[in-house]
């Protein structure tokens, strides 16, 4: 019995073991979990959380570049002799997280090193995301705070070792994390926001011409300040082939103007050209070739969109203008054009029925009356 004892105890205590030692060496591949860390954290994995909104299916999220920045907030505990303040304490260098086109959706890293250092103490940085202008994506405002805790790998050893944990709240004047508030962290998270716009043709009347190609033009804006273009998406319709809306297109007449870009598409009836991955904030006006001459009036409708999206009317063929902004994963545009003339409904096409059998009534009568008068002259 005491051997069969000695034996689960022995398990036991290589199980406990085994456990810490998986703890510890997790610990050492990036944000600290463990107070007794067995070896240095040279480099740590900042993520970025980047996701998509709106139009997901069609999301093209542009390439970009996030740069994190570390700067010294707060160092404790360190010994006297070493004079270490806020001030000469070890820079962390800036951190770029760079995101492919299309990577919203997903996370991505970057890998920041930590500096040397040579004393032992609690060092703090405040973490904070430099905000972009990229249209359709909302940046991280939020501010963090990085703890590097600097230990002796043993008593009276003169090796150091860096452990360490990124926080939500700033540390007590003491340097230990708050109190309250304070939960730990990977990194920041982003969105990009993107929406479409579907415009289609409809043709009306007894006149109107369900072949004919029907021209109309819409003007994509973004208000904006920027010198550089803002707007790095593209956005991609089809029009009898597929085709897209480069950044380059994109110009701007004046500092104080925003940026623009004009698309002319064609349609004929039930035909529809929609503009996909438009970020959110872009803004368009649609008009339509004047068409009067021909004899046709037109209209535009929203269906099911926001309220910002509307339609200005009026008698004139121009003044009957959609505007609208991206805002939401879709938007959707109906342009109807009617050409209608009043069916001639005079005696001929009323009566030529009656006309008609009036006529083969009579025929027949005559036949038979000349039937008759020839069968009478054979007697």
Request: net charge negative.
């Amino acid at each position: 019995m005491k051997k069969t004892f000695k034996r689960i105890s022995a398990l036991l205590f290589a199980v406990i073991i085994a456990a810490a030692m998986t703890v510890t060496s997790l610990a050492a591949t990036g944000y600290n979990t463990s107070a007794n860390p067995t070896e240095d954290t040279t480099s740590f994995t900042l993520t970025k959380h980047y996701n998509a909104a709106g139009d997901t299916a069609n999301e093209s999220s542009p390439a970009e570049d996030f740069v994190v920045t570390f700067t010294p907030y707060q160092v404790n505990n360190t010994p006297a002799s070493a004079a270490i303040t806020t001030a000469n304490m070890p820079s962390i260098a800036n951190a770029t997280i760079s995101a492919a086109v299309g990577a919203a959706g997903g996370d991505v890293t970057a890998e920041v090193t930590l500096p040397a250092y040579t004393a032992v103490g609690d060092y703090w940085y405040k973490v904070a995301e430099t905000a972009g202008t990229t249209a359709g994506v909302t940046y991280d405002d939020a501010e963090y705070y990085l703890h590097v805790q600097v230990i002796r790998d043993a008593d009276a050893s003169t090796t150091l070792l860096r452990l360490v944990t990124l926080h939500t709240a700033a540390p007590d004047a003491d340097g230990t994390p708050a109190d309250s508030g304070d939960t730990k962290n990977d990194g920041f998270t982003n969105t990009y926001s993107n929406g479409s716009l579907s415009v289609t043709k409809k043709v009306t009347g007894n006149m109107g011409d369900i072949d004919k190609v029907y021209t109309a033009t819409v003007v994509f804006t973004y208000a904006s300040d920027e010198a550089v273009n803002p707007v790095k998406s593209v956005i991609s319709y089809t029009d009898g082939e597929a085709k897209t809306v480069a950044p380059s297109a994109w110009t701007k007449s004046a500092a104080d103007e925003p940026w623009t870009t004009t698309v002319t598409i064609e349609l004929s009836h039930d035909e529809t050209v929609t503009f996909t991955n438009i970020p959110y904030g872009v803004a368009y006006t649609v008009t339509e070739q004047d068409y009067t001459d021909e004899g046709y009036t037109h209209t535009m409708a929203f269906t099911g969109n926001e309220a910002s999206d509307t339609v200005a009317t009026g008698t004139a063929w121009a003044d009957v203008v959609a505007t609208g902004t991206v805002e939401d994963a879709a938007d959707s545009l109906t342009i109807t054009n009617d050409k209608s003339t009043a069916i001639d409904v005079g005696v001929i096409v009323e009566n030529a029925p009656f006309v008609a059998a009036f006529i083969i009534a009579a025929s027949a009568i005559v036949a038979v009356i000349v039937s008759r008068r020839r069968k009478a002259s054979d007697r």
